[in-house]
């Protein structure tokens, strides 16, 4: 039941005014630890009256431009600047995130997939019982940084449409998404996530959210870092909730083109086992029916490559980056230019 209350623990009080570090403790009970838990950091961030923003990284343990950003974050406010209160939970799913993986290495589950989560379920539910439960009753703002991971690259964007929400908070995504100031904004269509991811259940919350996709490859992207860091800083000042001052080396905001995908039809799958081959790179424009890749099986070398085809037009915002892949894997996507 989810009515049950959290049975995770932390000592930082986000009543009390100043900078607070600790770390939620998660119930871990394994043959080494029988009664241990594990230390997911946590940060608090208060002065005085004014809103609150919830930022996370690390619901993909592997996407690591958003756990750099706001662990310097961390580092960097002072309580004086503030005016209101940051919350901020740099590795969400810290399993994940420790082991470099996607999911958790401990239930397999991506904690972006499973809100509301469970009080009493294995580790990945309970983190988002938790975040759920007692994080987000906090928040007026949620920023979630999200990136490729190890499997795709994205263009530096904002996430503008990954959740059902009021016409009303829509606009003031996008309002906040302009001043984050990336080069791509993007529409994902209905349905993403199947309603269990984090911004779904900020949402539901009556929380405005926001998110990004910056970058990928399994590392930390140069560029995609800059707009990150640049980005979060803004929608911190435009909200009020801090006045920290700009920074000389802080990468300008620039205008976003605004891209959507309305139906599935763009997003590219690989069609069968094998070496993928791209035959567009991210920034392309590209056509419906236009070649996107080939899929080569040197197992049987003498067989012709099979051809995988768009089946939509538009920019080439996220490409796939291992070669080998396997049937129903996530190739490419597109975003076709939406005027708001």
């Known amino acids: 039941m989810n009515d049950k209350?959290?049975?995770?623990?932390?000592?930082?009080?986000?009543?009390?005014?100043?900078?607070?570090?600790?770390?939620?403790?998660?119930?871990?009970?394994?043959?080494?630890?029988?009664?241990?838990?594990?230390?997911?950091?946590?940060?608090?961030?208060?002065?005085?009256?004014?809103?609150?923003?919830?930022?996370?990284?690390?619901?993909?343990?592997?996407?690591?431009?958003?756990?750099?950003?706001l662990s310097r974050l961390i580092q960097?406010?002072?309580?004086?600047?503030?005016?209101?209160?940051?919350?901020?939970?740099?590795?969400?799913?810290?399993?994940?995130?420790?082991?470099?993986?996607r999911t958790s290495p401990i239930d397999e589950l991506n904690l972006n997939r499973v809100f509301p989560g469970q009080a009493d379920?294995?580790?990945?539910?309970?983190?988002?019982?938790?975040?759920?439960?007692?994080?987000?009753p906090l928040a007026d703002y949620a920023l979630d940084l999200h990136s490729g991971g190890s499997?795709?690259?994205?263009?530096?964007?904002?996430?503008?449409?990954?959740?059902?929400?009021?016409?009303?908070?829509?606009?003031?995504?996008?309002?906040?998404?302009?001043?984050?100031g990336a080069p791509y904004g993007f529409f994902f269509p209905p349905g993403q996530g199947g309603g269990a991811t984090n911004m779904?259940?900020?949402?539901?919350?009556?929380?405005?959210?926001?998110?990004?996709?910056?970058?990928?490859?399994?590392?930390?992207?140069?560029?995609?870092?800059?707009?990150?860091?640049?980005g979060v800083r803004r929608v911190l000042r435009?909200?009020?909730?801090?006045?920290g001052a700009v920074g000389a080396d802080e990468q300008p905001a620039v205008e976003t083109r605004m891209l959507t995908a309305e139906t599935w039809e763009s997003f590219c799958y690989a069609s069968e086992d094998g070496l993928f081959e791209p035959l567009v790179e991210?920034?392309?424009?590209?056509?419906?029916?236009?070649?996107?890749?080939?899929i080569h099986t040197p197992e049987t070398p003498w067989r012709t490559p099979a051809e995988v085809h768009f089946d939509a037009a538009g920019l080439v915002v996220c490409k796939r980056v291992p070669g080998r892949t396997e049937r129903g894997d996530c190739l490419f996507h597109l975003g076709a230019d939406f005027k708001i």
Request: net charge negative; with cysteine; aromatic share 6%.
């Open 282 to 294: 991210l920034g392309d424009e590209v056509v419906k029916g236009q070649l996107a890749a080939r």
């Open 151 to 180: 499997s795709l690259m994205y263009l530096p964007t904002v996430i503008l449409r990954a959740a059902e929400v009021s016409e009303a908070v829509q606009q003031e995504i996008i309002e906040l998404g302009r001043v984050f």
């Open 121 to 136: 379920g294995s580790p990945t539910l309970m983190l988002a019982h938790y975040m759920q439960s007692v994080l987000m």
């Open 5 to 69: 209350p959290s049975r995770l623990s932390s000592r930082i009080d986000f009543d009390a005014d100043g900078k607070q570090c600790d770390f939620v403790q998660l119930p871990h009970s394994v043959h080494r630890s029988a009664y241990g838990w594990l230390p997911v950091p946590l940060v608090c961030i208060k002065n005085g009256d004014g809103p609150t923003m919830l930022l996370t990284s690390g619901v993909h343990g592997d996407e690591y431009e958003g756990q750099v950003t």
């Open 76 to 101: 960097e406010i002072d309580p004086a600047d503030v005016a209101g209160r940051i919350i901020i939970l740099p590795m969400a799913n810290y399993p994940a995130a420790k082991a470099g993986l």
């Open 238 to 243: 435009h909200i009020g909730v801090w006045k």
């Open 200 to 230: 779904a259940a900020a949402a539901a919350r009556g929380i405005v959210p926001l998110a990004t996709e910056m970058g990928g490859t399994g590392q930390v992207t140069p560029e995609c870092l800059r707009y990150c860091e640049a």
